[in-house]
């Protein structure tokens, strides 16, 4: 092997990089790491400082004297609102489980057939769930809100649910997971005589690990953010994120409680983020868009 | 007769197909009535006055018209929204792609930790954090830090002086910008078989730049197009950052979006034939942008 080829493939080794570049990269990514996590640092920080310590000149990067205060405040201060602070809990979990379950499970059913069958329309379906990823923001929740009026779901749990149990990233991340699997395997089960549900569920899914956490992290991801500013009026209806910027939205006095509320709303997803990072990032090579 | 029989053929295979169309309908209901309606809707009602309580009643261009011709702050707000999206989406673009490309450098564990690092940020919305940073009293952690340098001696009004709301929201978008498009590319970069290296090497390439262009940027155009598609949408409609963080509106709208617009005509004043035609324009330049930039990735990739 030629020395050229020899450097060359191990600088692209990635643990066996050459030292000095890799060194450098380091210091690159630490640099710029400590200004994305330095925030976070800071709502962590803030919750634990006891009020007192707010008001302090210069302000300090870190609490004296750290407490728990603002998490029992966070519970009393939403507690006002006449609803207690659990049932916005049991809210923004019921609305987070319902997406998420609905989301897989439909995303999973639509993406098998899309990604391993030819029928009338199939081409146009795929098309338009690609072009519908520009459209899937804010900006139709407008035009949503007339739909969920027309449908009577408006100030009720199922217009936090429904609009966000059909995203089109779930079913395009999906497609393109399932059309890298070998099509042997569900012929096989077709010639046992399995119906195209038994074959998504018995043959496809079970294959389909790491799309399928993929699906569920950004599913949970966006269902535990949704906020419903617009759609619920009803306090007992409203979620954690809503009661947090009810919170965060009170002034700086609170601002102890806001981030107390902040450190309780990032938990779960970065919880969960964690524990299946391998799985996304292999469902993300495939996330591209062929055209 | 011709026609016919084909016209049978697709009905002969549309039945055949049936199992198809039944696991694809769950999901198709729902995307159809919350996707596919109100995109739909937005352009017949953009041409319509509409209250939400009174039939809508047609009104030709009028509402554009209106837009164009005499909204000062419809104007004001696609300058702002160009102004930020040509910021945050190319910036955040490349920072994801130059992010990737080191993290894949590092070995497995640092790998783990510094993804998470840079993807925490967007898991969700605690950008509250950042008022405190941006107080305009001396308990800003920002004045204060400025004050300590001696580069300022008064207290700054980062969320409410008409000169910084801007650029404060341009900050805290780009620091909340590393999604799925930044998980994405980093997949990509994981995904290129080893190989290609080894290929590129024998026929010539000398250094990380070219091998950047030769072999990187080719095998990896879908994930390419798929953050684009990810940092258009999020830079085109942002807003409720803006909203939440400088206030609504912002000083002299200073950091008043298209979407912070079609949010305050839809849902402030219930005007939806305004709202919906201010968002068909948004949706208009999002698509030629995305196709625009279909093609530019084509030419890279040969």
Known sequence: ??????????????????????????????????????????????????????????????????????????????????????????????????????????????????????????????????????????????????????????????????????????VFLMRQSISQMPDAMIDAAKVDGAGLFRICWQIVIPNQKPALMTLMIFAFQAAWNIQGSGVIFREQYKTLPAAVAQVASSGMARAGVAMAASVFMLIPPAVVFILAQRYVIETMAHSGIRD | MRKKSELRKTFREIRKNKACYAMLAPFMILFIMFTVIPVAMSLPIGFTDFNMVQKPEFVGLSNFRTLFLSDKIFMSSIRVTIVFALLTGPVSYVLCFLIAWLINGMPRYLRTIFTLIFYIPSLAAVYTVWQLIFSGDMNGYLNSFLIDLGVINAPAQWLTDGRYVLGVTIVVQLWISLGAGFLALRAGFQNIDPVLYEAGAIEGIRNKWQELIYIVIPSMTPQLMFAAVMQIVSSFTAGTVAQNLVGFPSTDYKAHTVMTHAYDYGWERYEMGYASAICMILFIIMFFLSRLIAKGLKKIAG
Do not use: W
């Open chain 1, 1 to 170: 092997m030629p020395a050229e080829v020899k450097k060359l493939k191990e600088s692209n080794r990635p643990a066996g990089r050459k030292h000095g570049g890799t060194a450098l990269s380091f210091v690159f990514l630490t640099i710029l790491g400590l200004f994305m996590i330095f925030p976070i640092y800071l709502t962590v920080v803030m919750a634990v400082k006891p009020v007192e310590e707010l008001f302090v000149f210069p302000p300090k990067l870190y609490a004296m004297r750290p407490t728990l205060d603002n998490f029992r405040d966070m519970f009393a201060a939403v507690r006002q609102n006449r609803v207690p602070f659990s049932r916005y809990v049991f809210n923004s979990v019921f609305v987070t489980v319902s997406v998420t379950a609905v989301q897989c499970i439909f995303a999973s059913m639509a993406a098998f057939v899309l990604a391993k069958y030819r029928f009338p329309g199939s081409r146009m379906i795929n098309g338009v769930i690609v072009t519908s990823l520009l459209y899937q923001s804010s900006v139709i929740y407008i035009m949503q809100y007339m739909v969920m009026a027309k449908l009577h779901i408006i100030d009720s749990p199922l217009a936090l649910i429904l609009p966000a149990a059909a995203s089109p990233l779930g």
